[in-house]
């Protein structure tokens, strides 16, 4: 038999490639290996160990043939391997989520202190034999308000340590669990990211870099920051537009920062990350919040002992692509769960993110409901692994998509998620216009029992607003409800759904801003409310109530899309005016294609969904 080969194009610990190097032939170029060189290496190799620097592209992937079966990332991020193209070659990709959180959250307490008392600049004119003390007067952190953008494991970590600094901690995370939140000292979790900008001395972002996270601080945030505010960054270059953190120290608008990640590391000079790196008030590392000793053994044991795993032809702890569904439920089962998280990634980017720079906070818990045929499924647990999946993957590129029927559970308890399922055995579909399908699904979010205080979440979510309906057909799925309004569309792809006024021109006037950005709309449709179930309240379902899930979610908030329309006194609108476009769309959906959505006349709002 041939001996596995394992490639190691980066400084990955000994500790962990020794695991790996009795059994396996282990190439190891610590210094790195060009793009031609790894496309020219990898079709002889069955394992890939890579950390930041190592670009893992679809074309890699493409070269690597089918002898790679296991792709490698020592550390939490993997934005640097294009899982879609790996899970489509049927290739593993694994990562350490937490082996270097400690190391990633003590290097933004440097970072933090470093930037309010200067210690780069202070070190480098010291050294240059210049005496400034007059020139580098601090500010404290004790006693300062930090803002942290991200309250997963890293920046749990941060609050921790930074609440044990003195600092009163603020939080911006839709999907951050609140009880955790709270026992950690963590003051409060603030709905939209702007309610905490005026506030903060110190900004600290670790969210992953997602389509929803990039350029997620620009200009118009910087501008709400006192002029005082310094922010950090230890989790991706792109998070903070660098033009708009540029300009605003320039400007004065913001004091300092602090940066260990670039859009391109390293930076050269055609990005603004070049400027920022030389600038007077940033003190920048490259990108050295994972170089620790301690961390770098960890993920490389963690990941080591993964790879040995999948070698040997076993299940790994921590794959970022691992299967859904057991091979024996696949073919019952499959479209009803891919339906089931589309519904879930509809719901979070609809509902959660409005379409503003700003995201929401979604309900933290939700009823599932199986009409028709699907009320007698006995294994249900691949559709609720689909839900939390699709409810949380929008805000991760690792913990959302490693979710499977075994982790489940434990994603939806870390998030406080908590779904009730509801088997509907009142015949095919309970709402009037499911009757026609042999299995429906409805999501709906329901008030949490300590929300039910709250009256006016209560009668929002009485009154029937954020739920999702769909069905399959001929295995294909589509959504037939979307919070008040009547449709019919297949949820794939990327799709904006605009809420306006019924009003002619509409069409038109979306049409020409989308041509105007070269955007190619593949279908559009208009989807009209449901005066009857809106009036109702309610989606009518008289389901038994068959088994009850302790998983879940998200925070409790109104959807502002589904909200009602800013109708003026006099105004001849009325409730039947509003209607809801939902167009697939091919092209990059920038920030100025949504703003230019958002402002086109009779648009209430507009969600950008990727599914
Ligand atoms: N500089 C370095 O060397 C290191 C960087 N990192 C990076 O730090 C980041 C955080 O890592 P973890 O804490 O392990 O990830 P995590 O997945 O545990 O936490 C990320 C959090 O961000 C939240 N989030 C997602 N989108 C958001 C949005 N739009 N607004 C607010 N919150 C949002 C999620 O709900 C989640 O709670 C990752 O990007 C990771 O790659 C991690 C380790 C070392
Ligand atoms: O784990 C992460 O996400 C990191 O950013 C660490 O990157 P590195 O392994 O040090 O290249």
């Not at 005026?198 to 870099?209: G, N, Q, R």
């Not at 998070?239 to 320039?250: C, H, I, R, T």
């Not at 961390?295 to 794959?319: H, I, K, M, W, Y």
């Amino acid at each position: 038999m041939v001996t596995p080969r394992i490639l190691v194009p980066e400084k990955v610990s000994v500790d962990g490639l020794a695991l790996l190097s009795e059994d396996y032939e282990v190439v190891s170029r610590p210094q790195g290996l060009s793009p031609e060189e790894l496309l020219s290496l990898i079709p002889s190799f069955d394992a890939l160990i890579v950390r930041s620097e190592t670009k893992v592209t679809a074309e890699v992937l493409s070269a690597a043939g089918s002898r790679l079966r296991v792709v490698a990332r020592a550390g939490v991020g993997v934005d640097n391997i294009n899982v879609e193209a790996a899970t489509a070659g049927g290739i593993i990709v694994v990562n350490s989520p937490a082996g270097n959180i400690v190391a990633a959250a003590e290097h933004t307490v440097a970072l933090l202190l470093a930037t309010a008392r200067n210690v780069g600049r202070a070190d480098r004119t010291t050294k240059e034999g210049r005496w400034e003390r007059g020139k580098l007067v601090g500010v404290e952190v004790g006693r300062k308000t930090l803002g942290i953008v991200g309250l997963g494991k890293v920046g749990m970590k941060v609050a921790r340590m930074c609440i044990g600094l003195g600092m009163k901690v603020i939080a911006f995370d839709p999907y951050a669990n609140p009880d955790l939140a709270r026992q950690t000292g963590v003051e409060r979790l603030v709905p939209r990211l702007q309610d905490m900008l005026p506030e903060i001395d110190f900004m600290t972002i670790h969210t992953p870099l997602l389509a929803s996270t990039l350029d997620l601080i620009g200009e118009t945030e910087f501008k709400l920051m006192k002029p005082t505010a310094r922010v950090l960054n230890v989790a991706r270059g792109g998070v903070y537009n660098e033009a708009a953190l540029l300009d605003a120290l320039n400007k004065g608008i913001i004091a300092g920062a602090g940066l260990d990640v670039f859009t391109k590391e390293p930076p050269d000079e055609s990005t603004p990350a070049w400027d920022l790196l030389r600038h007077e008030k940033v003190v920048a590392t490259p990108h050295l919040g994972a170089s620790t000793v301690e961390a770098q053994e960890n993920v490389a044991v963690d990941v080591c002992t993964q790879v040995a795993a999948v070698l040997r032809g076993e299940l790994p702890t921590s794959a970022v692509n691992a299967p859904l569904i057991l091979p024996e439920e696949y073919r019952a089962l499959k479209p009803y769960a891919k339906l089931i998280e589309r519904m879930g990634g509809l719901y979070t980017q609809n509902f959660v993110s409005p379409p503003s720079s700003s995201v929401g906070v979604g309900a933290r818990h939700f009823e599932l409901v199986y009409h028709g045929d699907l009320a007698g499924v006995s294994n249900s647990r691949p559709l609720l692994a689909a839900l939390i999946r699709g409810l949380v993957s929008p805000f991760s590129d690792t913990a959302g998509k490693h979710v499977n029927i075994v982790n489940a559970m434990a994603v939806a308890r870390e998030k406080g998620i908590i779904i009730r399922e509801v088997h509907a055995h009142s015949g095919a579909g309970s709402g009037k216009e499911n009757s026609v399908y042999a299995s429906s699904v409805t999501l709906r979010a329901v008030a949490a029992e300590d929300e039910q205080q709250d009256r006016e979440k209560t009668e929002s979510v009485n009154a029937g607003r954020q739920v999702i309906e769909g069905y399959v057909s001929a295995n294909n799925i589509y959504i037939s409800r979307l919070g008040r309004f009547s449709a019919n569309f297949i949820p794939e792809g990327t799709l904006l759904i605009l809420h306006n006024f019924d009003e002619p021109g509409k069409i038109g006037g979306v049409g020409s801003v989308l041509g105007r950005h070269g955007i190619n709309i593949r279908f559009m449709q208009v989807a009209s409310l449901d005066l009857e179930r809106s009036k109702a309240g309610q989606d009518g379902t008289k389901g038994q109530e068959r088994t009850q899930s302790d998983m879940i979610a998200t925070n409790g908030n109104d959807d502002s899309q589904h909200a009602q329309p800013p109708v003026s006194e006099g105004s001849s609108k009325k409730k039947g005016d509003e209607a809801l476009m939902i167009l697939g769309v091919d092209g990059d959906i920038t920030k100025q294609v949504m703003e230019d959505l958002r402002t086109a006349e009779g648009i209430l709002n507009v969600s950008l969904v990727q599914l």
